[in-house]
């Protein structure tokens, strides 16, 4: 999913309730320590990581306050490209509350929910669409290229989306961009709501796509430069988190509205007060400090102007008063570090500079996980998830979208686990270990619909075992991946790549579902994905390398050799 990094700072973490003195271990690989029970922060922060959070310990998160002592330094590399802290040592104290905290990430991150529940929301309204009875409408009757139009509508906008943003995503800023996204989604929602007609429809959906786009890439930007650096890996994670609740929520709706006449226009509708909620949002909080220090560092427009917009935003987001000292300084100290990041360096990258070098061996990794993570079928388990179940005995239209909800919740736990566990664990292991669930799961579904079609569970079971594997492996950690192979100077252009693909690969192979499924049969269409899921097994065990307790330099440097 996406669902869901630049110039960063070091910083060696310590959590206290109280003023604590600063660490300062030089030659130590950077962890992450949390003294919650198994409580590590998984997901490394996905755009623009200022800091590194190498300790913490939470002594009692009841607290309305918090304090940091932070020492700034040098961590110890071990390649032979030695890379130098890019600002000088200092020690300061940081105050945030949680609220200031969760505000800027909350409304962002209501641009992942939408894009899940999108997903969620389609696997009832295919059923009710399409029903003589429900639809509600004299059109109800549509070919597998209308359904599939219907179904990945919102995925060619994402795509187009995606392409738009690509040469204008600085130039408009995080912000702006998802305050456009949140229009997108609130249009989107209601021209599909209220079409009169098929055609009506599927602008509605192309718009929507267009919201979720945009969101995908402007999101994780937000809140990976506006976060605190000491509960930035946990942000990430409840995003990743968001887009799967999205999902169950479109499950929940398509449930209660299933019965309903034209109940499709209100699973599709509710997407509208969420995103103006998010439009509302975003309107009120400051531009990315980190985006407004960039431009400085790019040299367009005035460093002293963009200095003190940075600092009022960073004050705003901290909830501090307005210019304070505190704010000023870490200012100061990441302008540095991005001038540091920029010198002796055109002020933006070739647009083919993806293509070269340790760049493109990165973008192969990054592409060739967003890529399997599509192809092996998951945009339509997802979306067909109801049609599925129909065919698995579940003939009642709501009982299969009311499985379709035991689906998402389980989804929605085993992506808790795989956000829990990712840093113990490594990336490889579990990628290894769901690819191979994957594969199992869609050759048992081939069977079910080739000769165990007497035992309806059997096609339950499978669901829930693709869904288990997926959201151990492919969901969460190919984007994890993604925000850490590639190298700071075309990291944002490499992302944007790879959304791109995702999109890409995703809308191709929902659109492809319905016409392939009638030309080769449920049986033979999942044997295919299974495999190309062993396919993707070979490639991750070949091509992917472990990035677990690295820090994104030394990724950098693994690459590089």
Partial sequence: MAFSSSTRS????????????????????????????????????????????????????????????????????????????????ATQQEDFSWVSAIIPFLFPALGGLLFGYDIGATSGATISLQSPELSGTAWFNLSAVQLGLVVSGSLYGALFGSLLVYPIADFLGRRRELIISAVFYLLGGLITAYAPSLSVLLVGRLLYGLGIGMAMHGAPLYIAETCPSQIRGTLVSLKELLIVLGILLGYFVGSFEINAIGGWRYMY?????????????????????????????????????????????????????????????????????????????????????????????????????????????????????????????????????????VIGLFKFVMTGIAVLKVDDLGRRPLLIVGVSGLALSLFLLSAYFKFLGGFPLVAVASLLLYVGCYQISFGPISWLMVSEIFPLRTRGKGISLAVLTNFASNAIVTFAFSPLKEALGAENLFILFGVIALLSLLFIVLLVPETKGLSLEEIESKLSK
């Fill in 10 to 89: 070091l910083f060696n973490l310590k959590l206290t309730k109280t003023h604590s003195s600063s660490l300062h271990q030089p030659k130590k690989k950077p962890v992450i320590l949390f003294s919650h029970a198994h409580f590590t922060p998984p997901l490394r922060s996905t755009y623009n990581d200022c800091f590194r959070a190498n300790y913490g310990t939470f002594t009692n998160l009841s607290a309305p306050r918090l304090r940091f002592s932070v020492k700034v330094g040098s961590p110890d590399y071990s390649s032979g490209d030695e890379a130098q802290s890019l600002i000088s040592e």
């Fill in 269 to 405: 509708g509710i997407s509208a007060p969420i995103a103006l909620l998010m439009g509302i949002g975003m309107w009120l909080l400051p531009p990315s400090p980190r985006w407004l220090l960039l431009r400085a560092a790019q040299g367009k427009g005035s460093v002293k102007e963009y200095k003190e917009k940075a600092i009022l935003a960073l004050s705003k987001l901290r909830g501090r008063p307005a210019g304070d000292k505190v704010s000023e300084k870490q200012i100061e100290e990441t302008y540095v570090s991005l001038k540091s990041a920029y010198a002796d360096q055109e002020s933006e990258g070739s647009l083919f500079e993806v293509f070269q070098g340790p760049n493109l061996k990165a973008f192969i990794i990054a592409g060739g996980l967003v890529l399997f993570q599509q192809i092996t079928g998951q945009p339509s388990v997802l979306y067909y998830a109801g049609p599925i179940l129909q065919t698995a005995g579940f003939s009642a239209a709501s009982d299969a979208t009311r499985v379709s909800v």
